[in-house]
């Protein structure tokens, strides 16, 4: 079913306010899907907080233009769907490459992060950043690892002192 003119200012106007507070958008080609599949992946991109929507590539254009994925107008032909992060950089990545291992047809076509266009060999490296608690996490033990080994080190001579105090009482018994 077409779309009259007030739908798709609606639904580039739609996408262009997703794209301008997105952090990470993947452009990937699903020719060959079918309807449950489809169905399948925007469940999980649903379940990453991820916005996928299939839109005409004239329509994508007008939406992305202004935003930091504008740079991804030159990857937009043939059938597309647009996937964008809102809060996790690696999310839309994550979804696209995870259900691209069991459906061959889906192809990744272009990745953007903040404005900066990668080719579609990089989506394995965005898919692998860490989520925010992930990096919290990696920041808190760099953080920890200094004072860890303080205690340790100030703890060191009072243990060396008392297994040399065992030895010697062992040796005189």
Avoid: W
């Avoid at 992060?113 to 808190?140: F, M």
């Amino acid at each position: 079913m077409p779309l009259n003119i007030e739908s798709k200012k609606a639904l580039v106007a739609e996408v262009h306010s997703v794209a301008a507070s997105a952090q990470s958008a993947v452009a990937a080609e699903y020719r060959g899907l079918t309807v449950a599949e489809m169905t399948a992946l925007r469940a999980e991109a649903r379940n990453a907080d991820v916005y996928l929507k299939v839109v005409k590539n004239t329509l994508a254009k007008r939406a992305v233009a202004g935003t930091d994925f504008q740079c991804m107008e030159q990857s937009f032909s043939g059938p597309l769907l647009l996937a964008f992060s809102r809060d996790d950089p690696g999310a839309a990545a994550r979804v696209i490459k995870g259900f691209a291992k069991d459906h061959h047809k889906l192809v990744a076509v272009a990745v953007s992060i903040g404005g900066e266009l990668y080719a579609k060999d990089d989506l394995d490296r965005v898919a692998a950043l860490p989520t925010l608690d992930e990096a919290r996490a990696t920041l808190l033990a760099m953080l920890l690892a200094p004072a860890s080994q303080l205690v340790r080190t100030l703890v060191e001579p009072a243990a060396m002192l008392a297994r040399a105090m065992q030895a010697r009482s062992e040796q005189t018994q």
